[in-house]
C-alpha cells in the first residue's frame, strides 16, 4: 500500500515538474518549481525502490537509498528511467559465479630447471653400515648417516640405531634427532587419528581405527620399539584392528590383524586372520609368505616349502625369497 | 618476578663494569646447567663487576628472568635475532652504495666455499666494529646485491634463487645487528662470550673496539650443536629434485651446507681471536682444536661445586640402598626421558618395589611432557614412575638410591657431582664428558675407581640392566659411592674453578 | 584496463588469422571505442544539423559545450579512474569479487553528489543562459562522470560483441535522436547526447552489476589507506590535465579564440587539427593494447612466477631479458603501424581536408598534432608499462612533467606565433616520452636489484 503511495507520489511531483519545465523559468522559478519537486519524487522514489531491493543490497542504511536517491535526483529523467530498469532489475538478476569449465591456451614451454651439480658419491664398496664401523673419520660416518635419508625407513631405522652407539658425538646426536624425528612422525599422527576418534562426528570410525592399527604397526614394524615397549605397541595396533573389524570387516584389515599376530606370536589367531583375508578376496600369494612364517613358528616345517612353492616364480627368483626357495625348495 | 626482573637494563649508572659476558640464550632467561654455571661465576666473584649482552632468538619466547640479578651486574643490554629480519626501511630512502669491499669480504669470509684467511676476517672486523657497515647497506645497497649474485652464479648449486637470497639475508643481517647492539655497550676492562656463535661474534667485534683481552669458555660445542638442528631442520626449504632424488646423496643441499658454512666460519672467527680457550674437559678442547683453535690458547676448566654444602648432605641419607631411581633434569626431548620410562619398565620387572622419580619443572615443554606422562599410563608404571616437578637438589638427591642421565646432550653436567657429593652413585649415557667423570680422565683419576656406570643413548635396556647391577650388588654400589666422593672432592670443587677464573680475569685485566 | 589481456590472449591463443585480426580490432575498439565514437559521432550530430538548426552558432554552441563536458568530466574523473582501476585489480587479484560492486557503487555515489554540486554551482556562477540548458549541462556532466567510472570494467567483462553492440547501439541512439531533436535547437541536441550517454551508462551498469555478486549494496574500502594508493589520484588528475591543458589555454588566450556561449571559449583554429588528429590513433592504439596486454604482461607474469618459484637467477634474467624484447617490440610495432598511418595521413591530408571542406590553413598544425598524438600513444604506452612494473612514482613524475611541459610549451608558442602552433603540445610529449624511455631503461636495468633488494 505505501509502496503504491510512494509510486504515484513520485510520478505526480516529477509531472509537476516537467510541466513546468518548458515554460523557460528564471533560475529561482527552476529551483522552485522544478526542482523541489524533482527532489521530493526523487525521495519517494528512492525511499519505494530500497524498500523492494532484495535483503542484502537494503544495508548499509544511509548509502544505499542515498545512491538511489543522487542518481536519479542529479540526472533527472533518465537517471530515474535508469535505476527502474537498470539498477533495480540487474540487483535481482545477477550471474552465478561459474567455475569455468575449459580454457584455451597456447603450448606452454618444457620447464626450465636446471639439476642441481652432484658430486661423485661418497661410497665406494660396501653399505652404509660398513662405513659406520669402519670409517676413522667421523664426517663420513656422519655422511653415512644422512645417506640414509633417502632409504626406506625399515632399512634406515637399524643403521641409524647402530649409530646410536659411535664413539663421537655428532654421530650419535644425528642418529639419535633422525630417530627422534621418525619415531615423533608417527606419534603425532597416532595422536591426530586419537583426536578424531574422541569426537563424536567421526564419519567413519573403522577407517580411523584400521589408521591407528596401520601407524602402530610401523611403530613396530620399523623396529623403533623394543622389549615391553614393543609388545605394548603391537597390542594396541592388534585393539584398533580388531575394533575396526567389528565395525565393517575388510580383507586388508584381516592381513594386518594376522601380521600383528604373527609378531605377538600368537599363531592360531594369526591364521585364522588370514584365512579371513584369504575368503575376503586378498589373493592367495600375497598370504602364502605369512602362513609360512606362521608354519615355520610353530615348528611344522614340512609346510614351508608347500606354501612356498605356491608363490608365482618370479617372485621367488627375487629376494627376499630366492634364498628362503634356495633353503626350502 | 618484581618488575626489576623484566627486561631493561638495571643500572646504568656506577662505573666501568669490569667483566662483559656475551651470553646467548641463556642467563638470566633460561634455566640450565649452562645459566647455573653463569650465576656461580657471577655470585662466586663478588668483586668482580659484569655487564652482560644478552643475545635471544624470538623476543617472545623470553618471558621472565629466572634469576635475581646480582648486585655486581651493573648494565643488560639485549638483543634478538629476529628483529633483523624486521627491519624494512622503505625504498624511498636513497639506497647507499655501501663498501664494495667490506661486503664482498663479508661474502668472502662467511660464504665462500673456500676457509678464508685470516686478513679478510680482520678486515669483516674492522668494518663490523667501526659501523662501516650498516643495515642499509647489507639490505639495500647495489654492492651487497652484487655481491651475493657473484656468489650465486659462481657457487650455489640450489637452483631456487630465491631460497639462496633470503637464506643470505637471514645469515647477514643479524651480524650487523649485534655489531650495532655491541656499539651501546658501556666500555668494559674484558670480554668473557659463553659460546661462540653470535656471542662469540658479538666478542670479536667488541675486543676489536675496546682493544681488550677476550675469553671464551664453552660448555657445549656451539657450531656442532648448530650442525645437528640443522641437520634436521624442516624450515630450510628443499629443493623439488631433492626431495625426488633417491641415491644415496649425502649432501642435504646447498642452503643447508651455507648455514653450516656460516656457523663454521663464526667459530673459526671466534677461535682465532679470543685467549684463553676454555673447555669443561679434554674431549671438547680436542674438539675446539680439530675446528681450528690454536692448541696453545686453549685450555681446561672443569665445572666445580660448593664441596662443603654437599658433603653435609651426605649425613642426612637414610642407612642402606634408597629403592629410589631418580632423573634429575627439565623434561625436555633433550634428556630423554622416555628412555628413562621404558628402562623404569624393566627396572620394575625385576624389582617391583622400585621407584622411579622424575624431578624437574615440566612448563619447557608442555607437548613432550604430556608424551611422557601418557608413556607412563601405557606402560603401566602409574604406580611406580612418579613426577616430582622441580624440586630443590639438596633435599632431593640424598633420598635417591641411583640417579640416572639419559640426555643424548650433555657437556659436563653439575647434577652429577652434586650426587657423588651427597653419596648417590650415577649412570648416565655417554654424553659429553660423562665417560670421563664416571670412569675417570687420567690415570690417577681412574684409579679412583668407577662411580657409577656409563650407558649407550636412547638404549633403555643397558641403562636398565647397569641400574640393576648397581641396586642389586651393594657391594659394588658402595665402591661407586667411595669413587664418586673422592672424585668430586678431588677434582671438582667449585672454589678451585672460581680461583682460576678469577686469576685468569686478573691476568686480563692486569689488576684485580 | 584490467583482464583485458586475459581475454585477448584466449582469442590469439586459437592461433589464426582471423582469431588475431578479431583480437587487434576488439582491442583497437576496446581501448578507443567510447571516446573515438564520440568524438565522430559528436561531429556527425553537429554536420547533420547545418543547415537544419538556425543560427549556425548553436551547432557551434553544441559542439563546444560537448567539448568542455568531455575535458571537464574527463579531468575530474581522471585521477578516480586510475585509482579505482587499481583498487579494483588489486581486488580482483586477492580473489575478492564480491567487494567490486558495492565500491563501485560507492564510488557512483560520491562521483555523482560531488559533480552535481560542483556542475550546479559552476552553472550557478557563470553562467546566465536558460535553466534548461543548465539542467542539460549538468545532467550530460553527472552522466559522463559516471561512465567514465562503469567504462573502467568493461574490458573486464568477457561478452565483447554485447559491448560493442551496446556502444554501437548508444551512439545511434544518439545520433538518431538529434535528428528528431533537432528542431528543439541547442537544447534538443544536448539531451540527444544525454540520451545516447545515458543509455551507455545504464546498460553497462546493469551488466557490471550482475556480474558481480555482493553482500551490500555500497562500500567506502577505497577509502581505506591501506587498500588503495593515493598517488594515484594525482597521477591520474595530471595526466589528463596534460592532455587538455594546451586546448585551454588556446581557448582563454583571446588572441586564439572567440567567445561562444556563457563563458566558454573556443579555437576553431586549434581545435579542428587536433580532433582530426586524434582519429588516427586508432590502430596504434590497437596495436598497443594487443603487444603490451599479451606479450609483456605474458612475460611480466612468467618473471615474477619464476622469482617467486625460485628459478635460478640465470633464468630471471632470462625471462627479464625476453621481457625486455617483447617491450621493445611492441613499442616498435606500436611506431611501425603508426608511422605507416601517420605517413599516409600526410599524403593525403591536404585531400582529405578539402573532402571535408577545411581550409589548407590548417594543414600544418594537423602535421604537427599528427606527430603530437603519435607521442601520445607512446606515452600511454609506456605508462601501461610502468602501471604492470608499479613504478608508481615514475608514473606520477612523468605526468606532473607532461601537464608542467605542456603548459609552458604551449604558452611559449603562443608568443613565438602561428607557426609554432600545436609544438607546445607535441614537444612536450616528445620530451615525456625520451624521458619515460630512458626511465624505463633504467627500471630494466634495476629490476632484479629492485625487485630483491628494495621491496619487503
Same mark, same amino acid.
Given at each position: 500500500?505505501?509502496?503504491?503511495?510512494?509510486?504515484?507520489?513520485?510520478?505526480?511531483?516529477?509531472?509537476?515538474?516537467?510541466?513546468?519545465?518548458?515554460?523557460?523559468?528564471?533560475?529561482?522559478?527552476?529551483?522552485?518549481?522544478?526542482?523541489?519537486?524533482?527532489?521530493?519524487?526523487?525521495?519517494?522514489?528512492?525511499?519505494?525502490?530500497?524498500?523492494?531491493?532484495?535483503?542484502?543490497?537494503?544495508?548499509?542504511?544511509?548509502?544505499?537509498?542515498?545512491?538511489?536517491?543522487?542518481?536519479?535526483?542529479?540526472?533527472?529523467?533518465?537517471?530515474?528511467?535508469?535505476?527502474?530498469?537498470?539498477?533495480?532489475?540487474?540487483?535481482?538478476?545477477?550471474?552465478?559465479?561459474?567455475?569455468?569449465?575449459?580454457?584455451?591456451?597456447?603450448?606452454?614451454?618444457?620447464p626450465?630447471?636446471?639439476?642441481?651439480?652432484?658430486?661423485?658419491?661418497?661410497?665406494?664398496?660396501?653399505?652404509?653400515?660398513?662405513?659406520?664401523?669402519?670409517?676413522?673419520?667421523?664426517?663420513?660416518?656422519?655422511?653415512?648417516?644422512?645417506?640414509?635419508?633417502?632409504?626406506?625407513?625399515?632399512?634406515?631405522?637399524?643403521?641409524?640405531?647402530?649409530?646410536?652407539?659411535?664413539?663421537?658425538?655428532?654421530?650419535?646426536?644425528?642418529?639419535?634427532?633422525?630417530?627422534?624425528?621418525?619415531?615423533?612422525?608417527?606419534?603425532?599422527?597416532?595422536?591426530?587419528?586419537?583426536?578424531?576418534?574422541?569426537?563424536?562426528?567421526?564419519?567413519?570410525?573403522?577407517?580411523?581405527?584400521?589408521?591407528?592399527?596401520?601407524?602402530?604397526?610401523?611403530?613396530?614394524?620399523?623396529?623403533?620399539?623394543?622389549?615391553?615397549?614393543?609388545?605394548?605397541?603391537?597390542?594396541?595396533?592388534?585393539k584398533?584392528?580388531?575394533?575396526?573389524?567389528?565395525?565393517?570387516?575388510?580383507?586388508?584389515?584381516?592381513?594386518l590383524?594376522?601380521?600383528?599376530?604373527?609378531?605377538?606370536?600368537d599363531?592360531?589367531?594369526?591364521?585364522?586372520?588370514?584365512?579371513?583375508?584369504?575368503?575376503?578376496?586378498i589373493?592367495?600369494?600375497?598370504?602364502?609368505?605369512?602362513?609360512?612364517?606362521?608354519?615355520?613358528?610353530?615348528?611344522?616345517?614340512?609346510e614351508?616349502?608347500?606354501?612356498?612353492?605356491?608363490?608365482?616364480?618370479?617372485?621367488?627368483?627375487?629376494?627376499?625369497?630366492?634364498?628362503?626357495?634356495?633353503?626350502?625348495? | 618476578m618484581?618488575?626489576?626482573?623484566?627486561?631493561?637494563?638495571?643500572?646504568?649508572?656506577?662505573?666501568?663494569?669490569?667483566?662483559?659476558?656475551?651470553?646467548?640464550?641463556?642467563?638470566?632467561?633460561?634455566?640450565?646447567?649452562?645459566?647455573?654455571?653463569?650465576?656461580?661465576?657471577?655470585?662466586?666473584?663478588?668483586?668482580?663487576?659484569?655487564?652482560?649482552?644478552?643475545?635471544?632468538?624470538?623476543?617472545?619466547?623470553?618471558?621472565?628472568?629466572?634469576?635475581?640479578?646480582?648486585p655486581?651486574?651493573?648494565?643488560?643490554?639485549?638483543?634478538?635475532?629476529?628483529?633483523?629480519?624486521?627491519?624494512?626501511?622503505?625504498?624511498?630512502?636513497?639506497?647507499?652504495?655501501?663498501?664494495?669491499?667490506d661486503?664482498?669480504?663479508?661474502?668472502?669470509?662467511?660464504?665462500?666455499?673456500?676457509?678464508?684467511?685470516?686478513?679478510?676476517?680482520?678486515?669483516?672486523?674492522?668494518?663490523?666494529?667501526?659501523?662501516?657497515?650498516?643495515?642499509?647497506?647489507?639490505?639495500?645497497?647495489?654492492?651487497?646485491?652484487?655481491?651475493?649474485?657473484?656468489?650465486?652464479?659462481?657457487?650455489?648449486?640450489?637452483?631456487?634463487?630465491?631460497?639462496?637470497?633470503?637464506?643470505?639475508?637471514?645469515?647477514?643481517?643479524?651480524?650487523?645487528m649485534?655489531?650495532?647492539?655491541?656499539?651501546?655497550?658501556?666500555?668494559?676492562?674484558?670480554?668473557?662470550?659463553?659460546?661462540?656463535?653470535?656471542?662469540?661474534?658479538?666478542?670479536?667485534?667488541?675486543?676489536?673496539?675496546?682493544?681488550?683481552?677476550?675469553?671464551?669458555?664453552?660448555?657445549?660445542?656451539?657450531?656442532?650443536?648448530?650442525?645437528?638442528?640443522?641437520?634436521?631442520?624442516?624450515?630450510?626449504?628443499?629443493?623439488?629434485?631433492?626431495?625426488?632424488n633417491?641415491?644415496?646423496?649425502?649432501?642435504?643441499?646447498?642452503?643447508?651446507?651455507m648455514?653450516?658454512?656460516?656457523?663454521?666460519?663464526?667459530g673459526?672467527?671466534?677461535?682465532?681471536?679470543?685467549?684463553?680457550?676454555?673447555?669443561?674437559?679434554?674431549?671438547?678442547?680436542?674438539?675446539?682444536?680439530?675446528?681450528?683453535?690454536?692448541?696453545?690458547?686453549?685450555?681446561?676448566?672443569?665445572?666445580?661445586?660448593?664441596?662443603?654444602?654437599?658433603?653435609?648432605?651426605?649425613?642426612?641419607?637414610?642407612?642402606?640402598?634408597?629403592?629410589?631411581?631418580?632423573?634429575?633434569?627439565?623434561?625436555?626431548?633433550?634428556?630423554?626421558?622416555?628412555?628413562?620410562?621404558?628402562?623404569?619398565?624393566?627396572?620394575?620387572?625385576e624389582?617391583?618395589?622400585?621407584?622411579?622419580?622424575?624431578?624437574?619443572?615440566?612448563?619447557?615443554?608442555?607437548?613432550?611432557?604430556?608424551?611422557?606422562?601418557?608413556?607412563?599410563?601405557?606402560?603401566?608404571?602409574?604406580?611406580?614412575?612418579?613426577?616430582?616437578?622441580?624440586?630443590?637438589?639438596?633435599?632431593?638427591?640424598?633420598?635417591?638410591?641411583?640417579?640416572?642421565?639419559?640426555?643424548?646432550?650433555?657437556?659436563?653436567?653439575?647434577?652429577?657431582?652434586?650426587a657423588?657429593?651427597?653419596?648417590?652413585?650415577?649412570?648416565?649415557?655417554?654424553?659429553?664428558?660423562?665417560?670421563?667423570?664416571?670412569?675417570?680422565?687420567?690415570?690417577?683419576?681412574?684409579?679412583?675407581?668407577?662411580?657409577?656406570?656409563?650407558?649407550?643413548?636412547?638404549?633403555?635396556?643397558?641403562?636398565?640392566?647397569?641400574?640393576?647391577?648397581?641396586?642389586?650388588?651393594?657391594?659394588?654400589?658402595?665402591?661407586?659411592?667411595?669413587?664418586?666422593?673422592?672424585?668430586?672432592?678431588?677434582?671438582?670443587?667449585?672454589?678451585?674453578?672460581?680461583?682460576?677464573?678469577?686469576?685468569?680475569?686478573?691476568?686480563?685485566?692486569?689488576?684485580l | 584496463?584490467?583482464?583485458?589481456?586475459?581475454?585477448?590472449?584466449?582469442?590469439?591463443?586459437?592461433?589464426?588469422?582471423?582469431?588475431?585480426?578479431?583480437?587487434?580490432?576488439?582491442?583497437?575498439?576496446?581501448?578507443?571505442?567510447?571516446?573515438?565514437?564520440?568524438?565522430?559521432?559528436?561531429?556527425?550530430?553537429?554536420?547533420?544539423?547545418?543547415?537544419?538548426?538556425?543560427?549556425?552558432?548553436?551547432?557551434?554552441?553544441?559542439?563546444?559545450?560537448?567539448?568542455?563536458?568531455?575535458?571537464t568530466?574527463?579531468?575530474?574523473?581522471?585521477?578516480?579512474?586510475?585509482?579505482?582501476?587499481?583498487?579494483?585489480?588489486?581486488?580482483?587479484?586477492?580473489?575478492k569479487?564480491?567487494?567490486?560492486?558495492?565500491?563501485?557503487?560507492?564510488?557512483?555515489l560520491?562521483?555523482?553528489?560531488?559533480?552535481?554540486?560542483?556542475?550546479?554551482?559552476?552553472?550557478?556562477?557563470?553562467?546566465?543562459?536558460?535553466?534548461?540548458?543548465?539542467?542539460?549541462?549538468?545532467?550530460?556532466?553527472?552522466?559522463?562522470?559516471?561512465?567514465?567510472?562503469v567504462?573502467?570494467?568493461?574490458?573486464?567483462?568477457?561478452?565483447?560483441?554485447?559491448?560493442? @553492440?551496446?556502444?554501437?547501439?548508444?551512439?545511434?541512439?544518439?545520433?538518431?535522436?538529434?535528428?528528431?531533436?533537432?528542431?528543439?535547437?541547442?537544447?534538443?541536441?544536448?539531451?540527444?547526447?544525454?540520451?545516447?550517454?545515458?543509455? @551507455?551508462?545504464?546498460?553497462?551498469?546493469?551488466?557490471?552489476?550482475?556480474?558481480?555478486?555482493?553482500?551490500?549494496?555500497?562500500?567506502?574500502?577505497?577509502?581505506d589507506?591501506?587498500?588503495?594508493?593515493?598517488?594515484?589520484?594525482?597521477?591520474?588528475?595530471?595526466?589528463?590535465?596534460?592532455?587538455?591543458?594546451?586546448?585551454?589555454?588556446?581557448?582563454?588566450?583571446?588572441?586564439t579564440?572567440?567567445?561562444?556561449?556563457?563563458?566558454?571559449?573556443?579555437?576553431?583554429?586549434?581545435?579542428?587539427?587536433?580532433?582530426?588528429?586524434?582519429?588516427?590513433?586508432?590502430?596504434g592504439m590497437?596495436?598497443?593494447?594487443?603487444?603490451?596486454?599479451?606479450?609483456?604482461?605474458?612475460?611480466?607474469?612468467?618473471?615474477?612466477?619464476?622469482?617467486?618459484?625460485?628459478?635460478?637467477?640465470?633464468?630471471?634474467?632470462?625471462?627479464?631479458?625476453?621481457?625486455?624484447?617483447?617491450?621493445?617490440?611492441?613499442?616498435?610495432?606500436?611506431?611501425?603501424?603508426?608511422?605507416?598511418?601517420v605517413?599516409?595521413?600526410f599524403?593525403?591530408?591536404?585531400?582529405?581536408?578539402?573532402?571535408?571542406?577545411?581550409?589548407?590553413?590548417?594543414?600544418?598544425l594537423?602535421?604537427?598534432?599528427?606527430?603530437?598524438?603519435?607521442?601520445?600513444?607512446?606515452?600511454?604506452? @609506456?605508462?601501461?608499462?610502468?602501471?604492470?612494473l608499479?613504478?608508481?612514482?615514475?608514473?606520477?613524475?612523468?605526468?606532473?612533467?607532461?601537464?608542467?611541459?605542456?603548459?609552458?610549451?604551449?604558452?611559449?608558442?603562443?608568443?613565438?606565433?602561428?607557426?609554432?602552433?600545436?609544438?607546445?603540445?607535441?614537444?612536450s610529449?616528445?620530451?615525456?616520452?625520451?624521458?619515460?624511455?630512458?626511465?624505463?631503461?633504467?627500471?630494466?636495468?634495476?629490476?632484479?636489484?629492485?625487485?630483491?633488494?628494495?621491496?619487503?
Amino acid at each position: 500500500m505505501i509502496n503504491k503511495l510512494l509510486f504515484s507520489g513520485a510520478l505526480v511531483f516529477e509531472s509537476l515538474s516537467w510541466a513546468m519545465i518548458f515554460r523557460e523559468p528564471t533560475l529561482l522559478e527552476g529551483m522552485l518549481y522544478i526542482v523541489l519537486p524533482h527532489a521530493v519524487a526523487c525521495i519517494l522514489l528512492a525511499l519505494a525502490l530500497w524498500m523492494f531491493l532484495p535483503m542484502r543490497y537494503k544495508s548499509p542504511v544511509p548509502w544505499a537509498p542515498l545512491f538511489l536517491f543522487s542518481i536519479a535526483f542529479f540526472i533527472p529523467l533518465l537517471g530515474m528511467i535508469g535505476v527502474i530498469f537498470s539498477v533495480f532489475p540487474a540487483l535481482y538478476l545477477q550471474r552465478k559465479r561459474e567455475e569455468q569449465v575449459w580454457q584455451a591456451t597456447g603450448v606452454p614451454g618444457l620447464p626450465f630447471r636446471p639439476l642441481e651439480r652432484r658430486h661423485s658419491p661418497m661410497f665406494q664398496d660396501g653399505g652404509l653400515q660398513d662405513v659406520l664401523f669402519l670409517a676413522t673419520d667421523p664426517e663420513r660416518r656422519l655422511n653415512a648417516l644422512l645417506a640414509t635419508r633417502r632409504m626406506p625407513s625399515h632399512e634406515s631405522v637399524p643403521i641409524l640405531k647402530l649409530a646410536l652407539r659411535d664413539p663421537a658425538d655428532d654421530v650419535r646426536l644425528l642418529a639419535y634427532s633422525m630417530l627422534d624425528q621418525k619415531e615423533s612422525g608417527i606419534n603425532h599422527r597416532i595422536e591426530r587419528l586419537l583426536d578424531r576418534l574422541g569426537k563424536s562426528d567421526d564419519e567413519s570410525p573403522e577407517a580411523t581405527h584400521v589408521g591407528l592399527a596401520r601407524w602402530y604397526w610401523e611403530l613396530a614394524y620399523l623396529g623403533l620399539a623394543q622389549g615391553s615397549v614393543l609388545d605394548h605397541i603391537l597390542g594396541q595396533a592388534r585393539k584398533h584392528a580388531e575394533q575396526s573389524l567389528a565395525l565393517q570387516s575388510n580383507p586388508e584389515v584381516h592381513l594386518l590383524a594376522g601380521r600383528i599376530a604373527l609378531e605377538q606370536g600368537d599363531l592360531s589367531a594369526a591364521r585364522t586372520s588370514f584365512k579371513h583375508a584369504e575368503t575376503g578376496g586378498i589373493r592367495f600369494e600375497k598370504i602364502a609368505p605369512f602362513l609360512a612364517e606362521a608354519a615355520f613358528a610353530a615348528g611344522q616345517y614340512e609346510e614351508v616349502p608347500r606354501l612356498l612353492a605356491r608363490l608365482p616364480q618370479h617372485a621367488l627368483s627375487r629376494p627376499p625369497f630366492a634364498d628362503l626357495a634356495r633353503y626350502w625348495l | 618476578m618484581t618488575d626489576q626482573n623484566r627486561s631493561g637494563p638495571v643500572a646504568q649508572h656506577g662505573d666501568q663494569a669490569d667483566v662483559c659476558l656475551l651470553l646467548e640464550g641463556t642467563w638470566p632467561y633460561v634455566r640450565g646447567g649452562v645459566s647455573g654455571w653463569i650465576n656461580q661465576i657471577i655470585l662466586g666473584l663478588p668483586n668482580v663487576t659484569f655487564s652482560v649482552l644478552f643475545i635471544g632468538g624470538q623476543r617472545e619466547s623470553y618471558g621472565e628472568r629466572h634469576y635475581v640479578i646480582p648486585p655486581n651486574v651493573k648494565h643488560i643490554e639485549e638483543v634478538f635475532i629476529e628483529d633483523a629480519w624486521q627491519f624494512a626501511p622503505r625504498a624511498e630512502q636513497a639506497p647507499s652504495d655501501g663498501s664494495v669491499r667490506d661486503l664482498a669480504n663479508m661474502y668472502r669470509y662467511f660464504h665462500h666455499p673456500q676457509k678464508p684467511d685470516e686478513i679478510t676476517g680482520d678486515a669483516v672486523l674492522g668494518a663490523l666494529a667501526s659501523g662501516q657497515l650498516t643495515m642499509q647497506d647489507v639490505l639495500r645497497s647495489r654492492a651487497s646485491w652484487e655481491a651475493i649474485t657473484e656468489g650465486y652464479l659462481n657457487h650455489c648449486s640450489d637452483p631456487s634463487f630465491i631460497n639462496y637470497f633470503w637464506t643470505m639475508r637471514t645469515m647477514q643481517s643479524p651480524m650487523v645487528m649485534i655489531a650495532e647492539a655491541a656499539a651501546r655497550m658501556p666500555r668494559a676492562r674484558l670480554l668473557h662470550a659463553i659460546s661462540t656463535g653470535y656471542a662469540g661474534l658479538a666478542g670479536c667485534i667488541l675486543k676489536r673496539r675496546w682493544q681488550c683481552k677476550f675469553i671464551l669458555s664453552e660448555h657445549g660445542i656451539y657450531t656442532k650443536e648448530r650442525k645437528i638442528d640443522l641437520a634436521q631442520a624442516s624450515w630450510i626449504a628443499e629443493n623439488a629434485d631433492e626431495a625426488l632424488n633417491s641415491s644415496l646423496d649425502p649432501s642435504s643441499g646447498y642452503i643447508r651446507s651455507m648455514w653450516i658454512r656460516f656457523f663454521e666460519r663464526i667459530g673459526l672467527m671466534v677461535y682465532r681471536n679470543a685467549d684463553p680457550i676454555i673447555a669443561l674437559y679434554d674431549g671438547n678442547r680436542q674438539r675446539q682444536v680439530l675446528d681450528g683453535a690454536d692448541p696453545d690458547r686453549t685450555r681446561v676448566i672443569p665445572n666445580g661445586i660448593d664441596l662443603e654444602r654437599w658433603n653435609a648432605l651426605r649425613q642426612t641419607r637414610a642407612e642402606g640402598i634408597a629403592p629410589v631411581v631418580g632423573l634429575i633434569g627439565r623434561v625436555v626431548p633433550i634428556k630423554d626421558v622416555k628412555t628413562f620410562i621404558r628402562a623404569m619398565r624393566t627396572i620394575v620387572s625385576e624389582l617391583p618395589e622400585m621407584e622411579g622419580w622424575i624431578i624437574g619443572p615440566e612448563d619447557e615443554d608442555i607437548e613432550y611432557a604430556a608424551e611422557c606422562h601418557s608413556l607412563v599410563a601405557s606402560m603401566g608404571l602409574e604406580k611406580n614412575v612418579r613426577f616430582l616437578g622441580f624440586q630443590k637438589a639438596d633435599e632431593i638427591i640424598p633420598r635417591l638410591g641411583v640417579m640416572v642421565l639419559t640426555s643424548i646432550s650433555e657437556a659436563q653436567p653439575l647434577v652429577i657431582l652434586e650426587a657423588w657429593c651427597a653419596g648417590t652413585p650415577v649412570v648416565s649415557s655417554d654424553v659429553g664428558s660423562c665417560r670421563e667423570l664416571i670412569e675417570g680422565g687420567t690415570a690417577e683419576d681412574r684409579d679412583l675407581g668407577q662411580a657409577g656406570e656409563v650407558v649407550a643413548i636412547a638404549d633403555p635396556q643397558a641403562t636398565a640392566s647397569a641400574v640393576l647391577r648397581l641396586l642389586r650388588n651393594p657391594e659394588r654400589w658402595q665402591t661407586a659411592q667411595t669413587a664418586g666422593v673422592a672424585r668430586a672432592n678431588r677434582y671438582y670443587g667449585e672454589a678451585l674453578m672460581l680461583e682460576r677464573y678469577r686469576k685468569l680475569y686478573s691476568n686480563s685485566m692486569g689488576n684485580l | 584496463m584490467a583482464g583485458i589481456g586475459f581475454e585477448l590472449r584466449k582469442i590469439l591463443a586459437r592461433d589464426s588469422y582471423s582469431s588475431t585480426l578479431r583480437a587487434y580490432v576488439y582491442a583497437g575498439l576496446l581501448s578507443a571505442g567510447p571516446w573515438v565514437l564520440s568524438i565522430i559521432s559528436v561531429m556527425l550530430i553537429g554536420i547533420m544539423s547545418i543547415g537544419v538548426v538556425f543560427p549556425e552558432l548553436l551547432v557551434r554552441q553544441f559542439l563546444v559545450t560537448t567539448t568542455y563536458l568531455f575535458a571537464t568530466s574527463l579531468i575530474t574523473t581522471g585521477g578516480l579512474q586510475v585509482f579505482f582501476t587499481r583498487f579494483v585489480s588489486d581486488r580482483l587479484f586477492e580473489k575478492k569479487p564480491h567487494v567490486i560492486l558495492p565500491n563501485l557503487l560507492g564510488i557512483m555515489l560520491i562521483a555523482t553528489i560531488c559533480a552535481g554540486l560542483l556542475a550546479f554551482v559552476l552553472l550557478w556562477w557563470l553562467f546566465d543562459q536558460p535553466f534548461l540548458y543548465r539542467l542539460l549541462v549538468l545532467t550530460n556532466f553527472v552522466t559522463l562522470c559516471n561512465l567514465w567510472l562503469v567504462i573502467i570494467f568493461l574490458s573486464g567483462m568477457k561478452q565483447y560483441n554485447r559491448i560493442l @553492440l551496446t556502444m554501437l547501439g548508444g551512439y545511434s541512439l544518439m545520433v538518431v535522436a538529434s535528428f528528431f531533436l533537432r528542431p528543439w535547437g541547442l537544447d534538443g541536441l544536448l539531451f540527444a547526447l544525454l540520451l545516447g550517454h545515458a543509455t @551507455l551508462l545504464f546498460v553497462f551498469l546493469f551488466d557490471i552489476l550482475r556480474e558481480y555478486r555482493a553482500e551490500k549494496l555500497i562500500a567506502f574500502d577505497f577509502l581505506d589507506r591501506k587498500q588503495v594508493f593515493l598517488s594515484l589520484l594525482l597521477t591520474g588528475v595530471c595526466y589528463n590535465m596534460g592532455i587538455w591543458a594546451d586546448k585551454f589555454i588556446f581557448w582563454f588566450n583571446p588572441m586564439t579564440s572567440e567567445h561562444v556561449i556563457g563563458p566558454l571559449r573556443a579555437s576553431m583554429l586549434y581545435d579542428l587539427p587536433i580532433f582530426l588528429a586524434y582519429l588516427s590513433i586508432i590502430p596504434g592504439m590497437a596495436v598497443f593494447l594487443v603487444r603490451i596486454e599479451t606479450d609483456f604482461a605474458e612475460w611480466y607474469e612468467r618473471l615474477f612466477d619464476a622469482v617467486r618459484e625460485g628459478q635460478t637467477l640465470q633464468h630471471i634474467q632470462q625471462l627479464k631479458s625476453e621481457m625486455t624484447v617483447a617491450i621493445r617490440q611492441g613499442l616498435q610495432e606500436i611506431c611501425k603501424v603508426q608511422g605507416i598511418t601517420v605517413v599516409l595521413l600526410f599524403l593525403f591530408a591536404p585531400k582529405l581536408l578539402e573532402w571535408l571542406g577545411i581550409s589548407h590553413f590548417y594543414l600544418p598544425l594537423f602535421y604537427i598534432d599528427l606527430i603530437g598524438v603519435s607521442f601520445q600513444l607512446l606515452l600511454m604506452a @609506456l605508462l601501461n608499462v610502468f602501471f604492470y612494473l608499479d613504478k608508481r612514482a615514475i608514473v606520477l613524475e612523468l605526468s606532473a612533467l607532461f601537464v608542467l611541459l605542456n603548459i609552458a610549451l604551449t604558452l611559449l608558442s603562443q608568443y613565438l606565433g602561428p607557426s609554432f602552433y600545436g609544438y607546445g603540445f607535441t614537444v612536450s610529449l616528445a620530451i615525456c616520452v625520451l624521458l619515460g624511455m630512458m626511465r624505463l631503461n633504467k627500471s630494466l636495468d634495476d629490476l632484479e636489484y629492485n625487485t630483491f633488494m628494495l621491496s619487503r
